[in-house]
């Protein structure tokens, strides 16, 4: 069995945001990217938090789950009741009985994808799952990414991608729920080739990075930015981090300018990111 990477994001805030956030309700949410070879994908929360500080760590490990579930892809539903398994990078899930349980095999490490083969002729909803540790004492537990349809007689391939979105919202949303429009400003972090990133949150300014590079925020992500080859490998980003303010958390926009639109609208998570992660 290959050897376990672990990642980290780390988030400063100063005393004033932190106080400010937490006596106003706001949340910390997650969202993981995941390239399929499937269309039809929504983006599920990865993880949901009110226990921030200061200085929050969020960590998590490229070890994954691949799960199968028959509940249906639906605006701002929960993708649950799910047959879960333990699975490596290279190895298969094989879906054999109409429940949607099945079993794992193939060699760990042989490629950069996970594979879910449904042996049956009933439609199921599929997707991978992945570690993650952001709340203090929290054990770490397998949240699934995104959703994706898997029809019968078919296969599904996913490719990790280490990005990760973040965002504070006062809405409040379960983990494993259809998320495909933003609630909220958002920055989305690049890890791929390092093991971790630091970023600052500001109640009034937004995200930013620490020691690390901007884009334009008019230089926004493109949601099939990183696409699988044949061979499921995840093209690299040169970037660091693509950071977006679309304004602070609860405050009005007085003017909607252009600039402004192409942000919003970027930042709608929709089924055009062929299943990337949602991304501002």
């Known amino acids: 069995m290959p050897v376990s990477t672990s990642f980290e994001i780390t988030i400063t805030m100063s005393d004033d945001t932190t106080n ?11 969202f993981k990217a995941v390239n399929s070879s499937t269309g039809g994908g929504k983006p599920l929360v ?15 490990h490229d070890e994954y ?9 639906i605006p701002q539903g929960t993708i649950s009741g799910i047959n879960s398994y333990d699975i490596a990078l290279g190895q298969t899930l094989t879906v054999d009985n109409i429940s949607g349980t099945g079993t794992v095999g193939g060699s760990p490490g042989s490629s950069r994808r ?19 540790h952001v709340a203090a004492g929290q054990s770490a537990k ?10 019968g007689r078919n296969l599904d391939f996913f490719t990790p991608v280490e ?16 998320v495909e429009q933003a609630f909220g400003p958002g920055l989305l972090v690049d890890l791929t080739g390092v093991a971790q990133r630091d970023v600052t949150y500001d109640v009034d300014h937004g995200w930013g990075p620490d020691h690390a590079q901007l884009d334009d925020a008019r230089r926004l992500p493109d949601p099939a930015h990183a696409p699988a080859d044949p061979a499921g490998q995840v093209a690299a980003d040169p970037r660091v981090i693509r ?3 679309i304004g602070a958390p609860g405050r009005a926009h007085p003017t909607r300018s252009v600039a402004w639109r192409r942000a919003r609208a970027a930042v709608r998570l929709r089924q055009q990111w062929k299943g990337t992660i949602p991304c501002p």
């Open 20 to 30: 400010r956030l937490v006596d106003e309700g706001f949340y910390l949410y997650g």
């Open 243 to 245: 950071y977006i303010t």
């Open 46 to 60: 990865w993880f949901v938090t009110d226990d921030y500080a200061t200085s929050t760590n969020i960590t998590w």
């Open 163 to 178: 990005k990760v979105l973040l965002m504070f919202a006062t809405a409040v949303i379960e983990t494993s729920t259809v």
């Open 114 to 132: 996970i594979t879910v083969d449904n042996e049956t002729t009933r439609p199921f909803t599929s997707g991978i799952a992945q570690l993650n």
């Open 142 to 151: 397998a949240t699934p990414l995104a959703a994706f349809p898997l029809h």
């Open 65 to 73: 789950q691949a799960y199968t579930s028959r509940r249906e892809i």
